[in-house]
């Protein structure tokens, strides 16, 4: 069975839109797994919530999502961050709210654990080092932990001599990951920031136990301009274009 691996939406339903469809070209997937941040920064946030509840998922909380709800204090975000939280506040949904309260910080699917930000600090800890994976490692216990939070798509292995190593995520071409733990970061969907603006997401196939990491370009200057004719701040559309 096939698997979908999303993750940062942010709102951004032009760029959801893209994957889903190339998610479909590769025929059908069992379930959708989201690991949070499905609002925050873009234009979209009920109707991308709503796209995702068309499909069989799984979601967690991102820190933009309980932000927009008020579980979260908006005080250790930046502001166009802050900005655009407090407007995402204001356009939810009662549904949409509902939605995102209802979200776990973390959830074990059979071999994967799923968290936001790190199995430590679901909500807020980056892991872009391998300091930050070493420490995650001891806070779950299945084979693979997905995150996102990041933006980048990466990968960490433990080893089975207790070794750390960081890697990049191979693009195009199905990957096996066989030795040790890992931990496993797609990319984001709608605000990505490795230096490539297309739209990042991951397929997991439980028969082969293979991963394939897929680009796919979306029209940015749509979302830019319905950024801009909303008020948010334009530091956030303008960094689309440069995937950062």
Not at 1 to 21: K, P
Not at 164 to 192: A, Y
Request: aromatic letters at 10%; charged letters at 20%.
């Amino acid at each position: 069975m096939r698997y979908a691996i999303v993750a940062d939406i942010h709102s951004n339903l032009v760029a959801l839109q893209a994957v889903l469809e190339h998610i479909g070209l590769g025929g059908p997937v069992e379930e959708v797994w989201c690991l949070g941040d499905v609002v925050g920064y873009g234009p979209a946030p009920n109707e991308c919530i709503q796209l995702l509840q068309r499909y069989s998922h799984i979601c967690i909380a991102g820190n933009h999502d309980w932000a927009a709800t008020g579980r979260l204090d908006v005080s250790d975000f930046n502001p166009e961050a802050k900005a655009a939280v407090l407007w995402t506040a204001s356009q939810l949904s009662a549904e949409s709210r509902a939605y995102l309260e209802a979200l776990q910080q973390t959830v074990v699917k059979g071999d994967f654990t799923l968290a936001h930000g790190s199995p430590r600090d679901p909500l807020w800890e980056y892991v872009i080092s391998e300091r930050a994976a070493i420490l995650s490692f001891e806070h779950f216990q299945t084979r693979f932990c997905l995150i996102g939070h990041s933006h980048i798509p990466l990968l960490f292995n433990l080893s089975d001599n207790g070794r750390v190593g960081l890697r990049g995520v191979p693009p195009e071409q199905p990957f096996r990951l066989d030795e040790g733990r890992w931990i496993i970061n797609p990319g984001s969907v709608g605000q990505p920031r490795d230096g490539d603006h297309r739209a990042s997401y991951l397929v997991y196939d439980s028969d082969s136990e293979e991963f394939r990491h897929y680009r796919v370009p979306y029209d940015i200057e749509t979302t830019q301009r319905q950024m801009r004719a909303l008020g948010l701040p334009r530091p956030l559309a303008e960094r689309l274009s440069y995937g950062w």
